[in-house]
């Protein structure tokens, strides 16, 4: 078994790699060993690139096929899929694109929010917290108790105009410039009724949504807000935002 186990980790890296070798391949009667390698080799790069690119649609309708292409091909060599679902193939890519284009910070947020939307639709099941589940418990009981974000939703920063070029592109349709922001601003993916969402949240917002992803409980926000806004205003956009968390579904308690 030892045996077997390394000359699939060979083989593997032959698949990965480039340097010459074909460990357990031998010539056959229409190709040699170096030719039938690369066959699997290319199918294997293929299917990566595949990979990367389903599930960043948008961003490669986006960056244009050639670019994408080279992108991906370079990800898949520098990062091997360690996963059975290719699915779950991808995750760092938008840090990769940031590297690789570091003049247009653009390219790898909306790689972020292709890969956002795509973990939301297909993302963990959980009980998010209603109204009904909050107003059972007495104040004390729950304003201070740490919050989290439901595990199918998360936070996209942004300096970009990336919401109406990403609804453009998913619609097949000329997506307008990108436009910087001025500020860097979060977007908020979640699943609702089974289909993911996505909104760009204001600055006040955005830091709430922030502080609930590191598990702030509902007081702590409301203190964060009344340091921004003064005590009235801060009473005020706090009791929005969470009507707005709690009817779309987007807080659990954090663990």
Not at 73 to 83: E, K, L, N
Not at 234 to 251: F, K, N
Request: glycine share 10%; with cysteine.
């Amino acid at each position: 078994m030892a045996d077997l186990a390394g000359t699939q980790r060979a083989f593997l890296a032959q698949l990965i790699g480039d340097d010459g070798g074909n460990p357990g391949v031998s010539d056959g009667p229409h190709a040699d060993a170096k030719r039938r390698l690369g066959i699997y080799r290319n199918a294997y790069r293929l299917t990566l690139r595949g990979a990367i690119r389903h599930n960043h649609r948008r961003c490669a309708a986006w960056l244009g096929d050639d670019r994408f292409d080279r992108a991906a091909d370079d990800y898949a060599t520098a990062t091997p899929s360690p996963f059975r679902n290719l699915r779950d193939y991808g995750g760092g890519f938008a840090t990769f694109l940031a590297v690789r284009f570091p003049d247009h910070p653009d390219i790898a947020e909306l790689a972020a929010l292709d890969w956002a939307i795509d973990a939301a639709f297909d993302g963990p099941d959980a009980a998010a917290l209603d109204a009904a589940a909050v107003t059972a418990l007495a104040t004390d009981a729950w304003i201070e108790r740490p919050l989290a974000l439901h595990p199918a939703a998360s936070l996209v920063e942004a300096t970009h105009n990336l919401a109406p070029v990403w609804r453009a592109l998913e619609a097949g349709e000329t997506p307008p410039a990108m436009v910087p922001l001025g500020r860097r601003a979060v977007l908020l993916v979640w699943r609702m009724d089974g289909q993911p969402h996505f909104r760009t949240l204001d600055e006040n917002e955005g830091e709430a949504l922030r502080h609930v992803a590191v598990g702030a409980s509902f007081a702590a926000i409301c203190a964060m807000l009344e340091k921004r806004l003064g005590a009235e205003e801060a009473t005020t956009a706090a009791g929005t935002m969470l009507g707005g968390w709690l009817r779309d579904g987007v807080l659990v308690w954090s663990a």
